[in-house]
């Protein structure tokens, strides 16, 4: 009886490790409403970008509102930046559970509950029970997290899985 007490004990112990575990992963890699790892909306440049992840798959510029940005695109990630100055980052689109960065390595995005692209939708609604769902387009929206500064944090599923976390400015004009 005291070894199935044991056991009992350690298999209890186990499981809540691996259901935190998500939620405790690496900060660097931590999306929120203003930052996707070390991207940060209206700090990152277009030029440390192509530094960290390489030449961009595509360019193009785009209107976006009443203003027209510059889209870049690289595997697993897309940016929209400013067309002037020093071209900061004003809103990150990632697309892939891993992102590959020469100056940060492989970078893991999530947000600090653990939600990652290719989560399960039912994940998304456990972890953001509050979030409403926007539907339209073939795709659900939730709004996952307001930010302090004209930003939020939202989460695209198609088909029943997380496809996209992004971090947008509440407006962009």
């Known amino acids: 009886m005291k070894l199935l007490r044991c056991f009992l004990v350690l298999g209890l112990v186990a499981s ?3 259901v935190t575990s998500g939620a405790s992963a690496h900060p660097r890699d931590e999306m929120w409403p203003g930052k996707a790892g070390p991207i940060k ?24 509102g009443c203003v027209q940005v510059v889209r870049l695109r690289w595997d697993g ?57 926007i539907e339209h387009g073939g795709h659900i929206h939730y709004r996952l997290k ?18 996209q976390l992004e971090a947008w400015p509440f407006e962009f004009c």
């Open 16 to 18: 809540s490790l691996t």
């Open 41 to 64: 909306r209206n700090e990152t440049t277009l030029s440390e970008l192509r530094e960290w992840f390489g030449r961009p798959n595509s360019r193009r510029v785009v209107t976006v």
């Open 77 to 133: 990630l897309k940016v929209y930046a400013e067309r002037v100055g020093d071209r900061p980052v004003g809103a990150i689109f990632v697309r892939s559970r891993a992102i590959e960065s020469s100056e940060h390595g492989r970078l893991r995005i999530h947000t600090e509950r653990g939600l990652r692209v290719g989560d399960r939708h039912r994940k998304l609604r456990r972890l953001y029970p509050h979030a409403r769902p």
């Open 146 to 163: 307001n930010g302090q500064s004209n930003s939020k944090m939202m989460g695209k599923v198609v088909d029943g899985r997380v496809v």
